[in-house]
């Protein structure tokens, strides 16, 4: 069974872009959530989707956004960049009542 | 505010010198502690969740184990591949909350 996959691996931005990130969940899975993981603050919760729905929001500025497709596909977006926005962004699904399930998330570097 | 402290920060092992680390947590109440382990590069990758106290989950070297405080991560005769970073979650029971993470343990196993 293929596991949660994350595109791009990599990415290299400038301040003041935007950028997209995208996430495909284990097959069935209709929950994604999306998390930053840096050293300082370790992983921090951004939202999570379920059925389409934002079911719960971290405490990030409104600069970070997502969706979910019909298909559970998730997308998430960061406008106007910000060097502190360096991070590994993870994308996690799941089922009802079970574990979180990782993918290996997107390196985001800002130049 | 729920919290979650894992200690200690990064723990050196000799190759079968057994060990434990520490995941202490505060939740109004809990739906479940979950322990992760990360590689570099990596996505977390799910090993336990322990739901009550006196709960205790084993696989391979490894066994975790829950009062109502804390939790520990139990690793017995640790060989070099079981370095990693290893993470700790709680998720409380009210609603479908998300997961709060501690900031984990980095793990180093020498042969």
């Known amino acids: 069974k293929a596991g949660v996959t994350q595109t791009p691996r990599y990415l290299i931005k400038t301040r003041g872009q935007q950028v997209t990130l995208s996430c495909s969940p284990i097959?069935?899975?209709?929950?994604v959530s999306w998390y930053q993981q840096t050293p300082g603050q370790g992983l921090q919760f951004l939202f999570e989707?379920?059925?389409?729905?934002?079911?719960n929001k971290g405490n990030f500025p409104g600069r970070f956004s997502g969706r979910q497709f019909s298909n559970s596909r998730s997308e998430m977006n960061v406008s106007t960049l910000e060097l502190g926005d360096s991070a590994l962004y993870l994308c996690?699904?799941?089922?009802?009542?079970?574990?979180?399930?990782f993918g290996d998330g997107t390196r985001l570097s800002i130049l | 505010e729920d919290q979650v402290t894992q200690s200690p920060e990064a723990l050196r092992l000799q190759e079968g010198e057994s060990s434990s680390l520490n995941c202490s947590y505060t939740?109004?109440?809990?739906?479940?502690l979950f322990w992760y382990r990360q590689d570099p590069g990596k996505g977390p990758e799910f090993l336990f969740t322990?739901?009550?106290a006196g709960e205790e989950k084993e696989k391979e070297r490894l066994k975790a184990t829950l009062t109502k405080k804390e939790s520990f991560l139990h690793i017995t005769a640790p060989k070099p591949e079981d370095s990693a970073t290893y993470l700790c979650?709680?998720?409380?029971?009210?609603?479908?909350?998300?997961?709060?993470f501690g900031k984990g343990t980095r793990l180093s196993v020498i042969a």
């Open positions: 996690a699904s799941s089922l009802a009542g079970e574990p979180q399930h």
């Open positions: 097959s069935g899975h209709r929950s």
């Open positions: 989707y379920f059925s389409e729905t934002q079911r």
């Open positions: 939740v109004s109440g809990l739906r479940g």
């Open positions: 322990l739901y009550s």
């Open positions: 979650a709680v998720q409380e029971i009210s609603g479908n909350t998300p997961l709060v």
